[in-house]
């Protein structure tokens, strides 16, 4: 009877050992150029303005057995943003539009993470922009996780928000059709 108690003991503390190795923090892999936070906005209706913001960093912390405990933080330099047209990227960071001198920074902090049965599910969080924080919601799908070639261990996902520039109290008016800016993150983190 003690033997097998001891035996029950070790085999539920080995479980527990792998299950709390599964948990860890991932960092955003920036550096590599794995990830990225695109966006979109209709143009007079007639087409898509699309741009990137080139500099940004975070982490976010995912176990492929607690789903649910996702978490993610992200920093995002908003003077970086870059829509392959220098006259109208200087106009973005101006005054009319993001005031990149008064709010140069930009952060998405989640809250929650509802799973779905595809390792993807929705997020919320707080995105703070131009000085205000309204919560949001985003998409996610997992793209996949493994050994990466240089003996590391990466999870991707990818995600889209919605959101509404006049929320943030952004009030340029480019029109009705681009009263909402879509935004796509790929995020590839590599476990720490």
């Known amino acids: 009877m003690k033997k097998r108690n001891l035996l029950a ?3 539920l ?4 050992t792998a299950t709390t190795a599964n ?4 960092l955003i892999d920036t550096k590599g150029a794995h990830a990225s936070i695109q966006f979109r906005i209709s143009h007079l209706g007639t087409s898509w303005l699309l741009g990137r913001f080139n500099s940004f960093s975070g982490s976010f912390d995912y176990d492929a057995a607690q789903p649910e405990n996702a978490s993610v933080n ?3 330099d908003v003077t970086s943003i870059d829509s392959n047209h220098a006259e109208r990227d200087k106009h973005l960071r101006g005054e009319k539009y993001l005031n ?5 920074d ?4 989640s809250s929650s993470f509802s799973p779905d049965t595809d390792g993807g599910g929705v997020m919320k969080g ?5 000085g205000t924080t309204k919560a949001i919601e985003i998409e ?3 793209v996949g996780e493994g050994a990466d070639p240089w003996g590391g261990y990466r999870a991707g996902f990818s995600g889209i928000a919605e959101i509404k520039p006049k929320d943030f109290g952004l009030t340029f008016n480019l029109g009705p059709a681009a009263e909402t800016v879509y935004l796509t993150l790929n995020i590839e983190g590599i476990r720490q």
């Not at 503390?13 to 527990?16: P, T």
């Not at 948990?23 to 991932?26: D, H, M, P, Q, R």
């Not at 707080?126 to 131009?130: D, K, P, Q, S």
């Open 106 to 109: 930009a952060s998405f902090v």
């Open 140 to 142: 996610v799908d997992k």
């Open 74 to 76: 992200v920093d995002i």
């Open 13 to 16: 503390a080995a479980l527990m």
């Open 126 to 130: 707080m995105l703070t922009l131009y």
């Open 100 to 104: 990149t001198d008064k709010f140069p």
């Open 23 to 26: 948990a860890a923090e991932y």
């Open 9 to 11: 003991a070790a085999s």
